[in-house]
């Protein structure tokens, strides 16, 4: 989830990603999506909230209607990087693993694993009864083949990272190896293995991210980029897609070769795209969303006090962040400049008087709730906020500015509520305290994407979500050579420090070390951390089984809905 704190978001309170979107399955030509669609909009317009009964009622399906910010990105599951894109694969395509309620790893395709005794070899059993969209068994080669193809140079996946503790991966992704010499194995149709680099024991929960989800290799050999089409895909989870329209929403259907088809409680599931928290809001009361996406925190007063009952606020591992573009002056070789713009920023007071939802101020990059870790601060965090400013006076002088000349810059961000709000108040912070001179530059989501993929930026407002529940995800982000590390941070001692980590089989030598690096990288300042989100959603009474955990993944699948 790419960062950002990315469930989670007001505009998009998700991951940013550096490249164009894949538009490949975004237009739905097949006639029988565009009779589930046609039938879908019928059923919303029939009442001010859609009807439900159980799936086996006669009277008509059940289509869950879940409000899911902007377009996501592709559906791919090895290039999409959005959350957006993220809740939609995990709704189409069952993993390895999976995530309970409370976000702990649980069964998926594989029904059980187990680690060697030196931590270095997983092997996954599968499910015998697991099946295709098209009645196809899943089997292990589909896994070994879904792996190799997300570390494979020519996939140009951004998420290839995310594996890179399987032997082999970083090699590959250097174009070093082959993409088949990856640690990944299938020795029977019905067994997985996975060979690690070091010692990796989140490995079970990275299992169940999208990016590691099997692909059916027929569809995507016979149509190529457009396997992820409606009406061409082929997918091995509770849903299957029928209809994609662009700028509107998509629109899945039950799978009933799905190996727990029984326990599938709806027939369908619509993900509306809207970018506008506002217009969300809007479109929840009047009836025609289930779930929103988030909250405006512009009318969280007012929600509160009239949907308290609907309002669903928890803890999220997210954190929202200014980021610099470190192959850019005068950001590129004045640490002093970024460790004073941060030195000013009042991050108490900016979660108090503007944010207001119970989001916590990020002092450090990790943030509260991770497995095993302590997350780590800024060192001047506990000064008082005039000795703060007084010292990043001195350092803004030092790195050659003044208020008679002043430092001038974009702050580039997508439009929304929140991100207008965050910008206007830190920027002036920044004026009041240094004199700093900031054009504030609001726009579109993708193209704001597509500028901080060309390096068209100064700084730019961004978001990471942990991956799965482990220092290591928000850590790794700003490795070197990770591909979703957007300030383009460079530290050679930051790297070594999180190698060694990935080595160490002991928890507690792993974690001093992840600690040691996070402290690292905060003297270096190469990105302004601001806040720790909070899961935040609507959620209509006739919703049943909805629940809240840390990594802000709800399955449409164990939800149901009655009539109200």
Same mark, same amino acid.
């Given at each position: 989830m790419p960062a950002a704190p990315a469930g989670r978001r007001e505009s998009q309170e998700g991951r940013l990603t550096t490249a164009p979107p894949d538009r490949a399955g975004r237009v739905a030509h097949h006639a029988r999506a565009a009779f589930l669609a046609l039938a879908a909009s019928l059923l919303l317009a029939c009442s001010p909230a859609p009807q439900s009964g159980a799936p086996s009622d006669a009277e008509g399906s059940t289509v869950l209607v879940r409000g899911n910010g902007p377009e996501p990105d592709s559906l791919d599951p090895q290039k999409a990087r959005t959350i957006e894109a993220h809740t939609i694969l995990r709704d189409l395509y069952e993993c390895l693993t999976s995530l309970?309620? &409370? +976000? $702990? #790893? +649980?069964?998926g395709v594989a029904r059980e694993w187990e680690a060697s005794e030196d931590g270095l070899t997983y092997t996954f059993r599968l499910r015998t009864d697991a099946r295709? $969209?098209?009645g196809d068994p899943v089997v292990a080669e589909d896994f070994v083949f879904a792996l190799r193809r997300l570390v494979d140079p020519a996939t140009a996946s951004q998420y290839a990272q995310i594996v890179d503790v399987i032997e082999n991966a970083r090699e590959i992704i250097a174009g070093e190896r082959p993409p088949d010499s990856l640690g990944v194995a299938a020795p029977d149709p019905a067994t997985v293995v996975v060979r690690l680099a070091g010692p990796a024991p989140y490995l079970p929960g990275l299992m169940s991210h999208p990016s590691t989800c099997p692909v059916h290799r027929p569809t995507l050999e016979r149509h190529g980029r457009d396997f992820t089409r409606p009406g061409v895909t082929v997918s091995n989870g509770a849903f299957v897609l029928a209809d994609f329209v662009p700028g509107s929403h998509a629109y899945a #259907? !039950?799978? !009933?070769?799905y190996w727990n088809d029984a326990a599938t409680r709806i027939d369908a599931v619509r993900y509306v795209h809207i970018a506008d928290e506002n217009a969300e809001l809007t479109r929840y009361r009047a009836g025609e969303l289930h779930v929103t996406n988030t909250v405006p925190r512009g009318q969280f007063d007012w929600i509160r006090e009239n949907l308290a009952d609907e309002l669903h606020i928890a803890p999220q591992l997210n954190t929202y962040y200014f980021g610099f573009n470190l192959e850019r002056e005068p950001f590129r070789s004045r640490p002093q400049l970024r460790r004073a713009l941060s030195m #000013?920023? &009042?991050r108490d007071?900016? +979660?108090r008087a503007v944010l207001r939802v119970g989001e916590l101020p990020a002092w450090g990059w990790v943030p509260p709730g991770v497995h095993d870790y302590t997350p780590q601060s800024f060192d001047y965090r506990d000064w008082p906020y005039e000795r703060r400013v007084e010292e990043a006076r001195r350092l803004y002088a030092e790195a050659g500015f003044s208020r008679e000349k002043p430092l001038r810059f974009e702050l580039r961000y997508n439009q929304g509520e #929140?991100?207008?709000k965050v910008a206007v108040a830190i920027a002036s912070m920044w004026k009041e305290a240094l004199g700093v001179d900031v054009k504030l530059v609001a726009m579109e989501f993708r193209t704001l994407l597509q500028e901080i993929n060309q390096g068209d930026v100064e700084v730019f407002r961004s978001s990471w979500s942990g991956d799965y529940n482990? +220092?290591?995800s928000f850590l790794q982000y700003l490795r070197s050579d990770f591909g979703i590390n957007l300030p383009r941070y460079r530290s050679a001692e930051y790297d070594a420090l999180l190698r060694k980590a990935a080595s160490r089989a002991d928890p507690a030598a792993r974690r001093a070390l992840l600690e040691q690096a996070? !402290?690292?990288?905060?003297?270096?300042h190469p990105i302004l951390p601001i806040y720790f989100y909070v899961n935040k959603h609507l959620v209509k009474p006739e919703v049943r089984g909805w629940y809240d955990n840390v990594m802000n993944v709800v399955y449409s699948k164990d939800l149901a809905l009655t009539p109200r």
């Open positions: 309970a309620k &409370d +976000a $702990s #790893v +649980a069964p295709w $969209s098209n #259907v !039950r799978n !009933r070769h #000013v920023i &009042d007071r900016l +979660a #929140v991100h207008n482990d +220092a290591y996070e !402290r690292t990288m905060l003297q270096d």
